[in-house]
């Protein structure tokens, strides 16, 4: 919101998201994506079957290892950003002032990597320990960085958005501090030691290197959007970037918090060869998907242009740009579903150290997507590369619980019928409430600031009520949904 209202959709924010998305997107094969998913398993075998020296020696000869890598890979970006932005955006080339902006700002986030994913592996320790709390409320860090440099600090730049990127840069340094402490109460605050051939260095690298692709093949996908969409007009790239925050906002809160929590858990059950366990924890986060991403989906669905007017609606950003963001918004919620199953079920599948399966469908759907951009580009422009990237994510999801229930690792427990039913009867009661209520954007245009969030919030409060009485009308109880 703050970013929308200080620059709008604009040649500075589409040169700002590439900045950012472009370690951002490295982030996500070396800190939560791949890594987390190969390094979990290992660590919780360890902490589980091996003695606390054992568990220490492994988290000092990972962080010496993963600092070394990302120390080299963090010193090429910053020699290549001028190609890299050619490659991540080959249409900016067109406009030098947005080529030479981006390259610029790339400079500034591109350290960011380095201090993110050694981030991100405190959290995977700590999360491997059961301590969620620490790990959960970093990325705040990041957002609160990014607000202050927008709202203080934009006047001291010639470019005003430069502010971003070093509130990127700065704030990658103190997601990295925060976590220390807490890996000091445990006594795991790593001496980085590099040796790549020790034992648990190289079992954790031989089942990144597929997962490298396999686990971040949502990532991979909306890239490809964001290089396709720099051949549109200017303010494609920052409609996709609005709408994709909205669409990971139920994704994040809720899709990455299950996998966070399943994958430690899902690993001890395989740890201790208790696959029923597994399969009852799996089964439950199914449940839960259904239960909050389907209504989330058709919230952002329905209520798209009134979430994009009162959130982002200015002087800066005009009707033009709610109309335009809200297409690629529907577009995106298509996948929704499909977006955290993904991250729900590939954990099915790295919790056993499997990581070949997951990347053999990750090329089906990256492959998909790629086919359906080009399809789509011409007569959906911007929302035509959202929409393909949902409906590979869908291909995705699918894929993965097939071969899930092809290796007979995971079968459904008794009771999906009546929930399916449940699900689709509150789902139809909100959507229809919702429909008729949500009004015509004309109407959201005209009415004040706090009119406009009072009506929003009443809106989602109620089709949230709608969904749950409807839900405890036919029988539908917490009781249901409790792991036991």
Request: proline content about 4%; overall charge positive.
């Amino acid at each position: 919101m703050v970013i929308a209202h200080t620059f709008g959709a604009s040649t500075s924010t589409d040169a700002f998201f590439i900045a950012f998305k472009i370690p951002n997107f490295m982030r996500r094969l070396f800190a939560e994506g791949a890594f987390s998913q190969a390094f979990t398993p290992i660590l919780t075998e360890y902490k589980t079957q091996r003695k606390a020296e054992e568990v220490k020696h492994l988290v000092d000869h990972i962080a010496g290892s993963l600092g070394g890598i990302l120390l080299l890979v963090t010193s090429i970006g910053l020699i290549l950003a001028p190609i890299l932005v050619l490659i991540f955006a080959p249409g900016f080339f067109q406009d030098k002032v947005k080529y030479d902006l981006t390259v610029a700002m790339l400079q500034i986030t591109f350290p960011y990597l380095l201090f993110i994913a050694l981030t991100a592996f405190a959290g995977a320790v700590l999360n491997t320990y059961g301590r969620f709390a620490a790990p959960a409320l970093t990325p705040v860090l990041l957002n609160l960085c990014l607000i202050v440099a927008a709202v203080w600090f934009t006047p001291y730049f010639e470019q005003p958005v430069m502010a971003l990127a070093y509130a990127v840069f700065f704030g990658g340094v103190i997601q990295l501090v925060f976590q220390l402490p807490f890996l000091h109460r445990l006594h795991l605050l790593p001496r980085p030691r590099f040796n790549r051939h020790d034992k648990g260095v190289k079992r954790v690298y031989r089942l990144m290197i597929p997962a490298l692709f396999g686990v971040s093949v949502s990532q991979i996908n909306l890239l490809i959007d964001t290089l396709m969409a720099s051949f549109l007009v200017t303010g494609s790239v920052s409609w996709l970037y609005y709408s994709d925050r909205l669409m990971e906002f139920p994704l994040g809160i809720f899709g990455l918090a299950l996998a966070t929590v399943m994958l430690p858990d899902l690993s001890k059950s395989v740890a201790k060869n208790d696959m029923q366990n597994f399969n009852k924890t799996l089964d439950w986060a199914l449940r839960w998907v259904f239960l909050i991403a389907i209504p989330s989906m058709l919230g952002l669905i329905i209520l798209a242009e009134p979430m994009l007017t009162t959130l982002f609606h200015n002087e800066k950003f005009g009707e033009h740009e709610v109309i335009m963001t809200a297409r690629s918004l529907i577009a995106y919620a298509i996948g929704l579903v499909g977006f955290v199953l993904i991250k729900v079920l590939a954990s099915g599948f790295y919790s056993r150290q499997d990581t070949r399966t997951p990347v053999k469908i990750a090329v089906i759907a990256m492959i998909t997507n790629i086919v359906l951009n080009f399809a789509f580009i011409l007569p959906l422009a911007h929302a035509g590369l959202a929409l393909a990237t949902s409906l590979a994510a869908l291909l995705n999801a699918g894929l993965l619980y097939r071969g899930l229930r092809l290796e007979k690792v995971f079968q459904p427990q008794a009771g999906w019928r009546i929930f399916w039913l449940r699900i689709i009867m509150a789902n139809s009661c909100m959507a229809i409430l919702l429909w008729w209520g949500s009004g015509s954007l004309s109407e959201w245009l005209n009415r004040g600031t706090l009119e406009q969030v009072l009506h929003l919030f009443a809106w989602i409060v109620a089709g949230a009520l709608v969904y749950f009485f409807t839900l405890f009308v036919f029988g539908f109880r917490l009781r249901h949904i409790i792991l036991k």
